[in-house]
């Protein structure tokens, strides 16, 4: 079973700084499982990164992701208000059937 | 769109079935899941029913829970049963993107309180 560990547990940053996540996989991953999402209070969860780094519609560039084998990254430049939000990665599997997130990060306004 | 109901108080062993109505879409065009997010913990995957109708489970709910889908009334049912106290969270039914691993669309969820 394949462990997903979201680091920091909780990121203080300012509108207009940058944010780098790391999300580390027990073992290793093929890029084309590991997506990224974004829960804020509320909201539905809201997918933004998909195959390690493909941007879903509507997410702006200022959101990137990167990585593969065990350490994966989300990178949101030029923070804005609506940005500040629980961040977690996922990995699909359908062998077997385990579909991982991480237990996420808080991004917060400091 | 997602709009999921059913969700409500149950007591510990009791059973409940959720709903997801899909519009804008047809539910058999894309694999479909639910997820759960607990009080004060992570989202959680619970299942999927892919569009050749194929199930898969959670292990934490396997053998409880089971996904069907009415393709006439464009809806998804989870029926879950034999609910314990680590049942009671916010359900999701959420669509996956066709020729990727992800869910694109997502409802604003359901929840569900198991406690006598």
């Known amino acids: 079973e394949i462990v997903l560990t979201q680091s920091p547990g909780t990121l203080s940053l300012s509108p207009g700084e940058s944010a780098t996540l790391s999300c580390r996989a027990s073992q290793n991953l093929s890029s084309s499982y590991l997506v990224w999402y974004h829960l804020k209070p509320g909201q539905a969860p809201r997918l933004l990164i998909y195959g390690a780094f493909r941007r879903a519609t509507g997410i702006p560039d200022r959101f990137s992701g990167r990585g593969s084998g065990t350490d994966f990254t989300l990178t949101i430049s030029r923070l804005e208000p609506e940005d500040f939000a629980v961040y977690y990665c996922q990995h699909f599997s359908r062998s077997p059937p385990l579909n991982t997130f991480g237990q996420g990060t808080k991004l917060e306004i400091k | 769109q997602l709009v999921e109901s059913g969700g409500t108080l149950v007591q510990p062993g009791g059973s409940l079935r959720l709903s997801c109505a899909v519009s804008?879409?047809?539910?058999?065009?894309?694999?479909m899941n639910w997820v759960r997010r607990a009080p004060g913990k992570g989202l959680e995957w619970v299942s999927v029913?892919?569009?050749?109708?194929?199930?898969d489970y959670a292990d934490s709910v396997k053998g409880r829970f089971n996904l069907t889908r009415d393709n006439s009334k464009n809806t998804l049912y989870l029926q879950m049963s034999s609910l314990t106290d680590e049942d009671t969270a916010v359900y999701y039914c959420?669509?996956?993107?066709?020729?990727?691993?992800?869910?694109?669309?997502w409802g604003q969820g359901t929840t569900v309180t198991v406690s006598s």
């Open positions: 029913i892919y569009s050749g109708g194929t199930t």
């Open positions: 959420a669509r996956g993107l066709n020729g990727f691993y992800a869910m694109d669309v």
């Open positions: 804008g879409f047809n539910v058999r065009s894309n694999y």
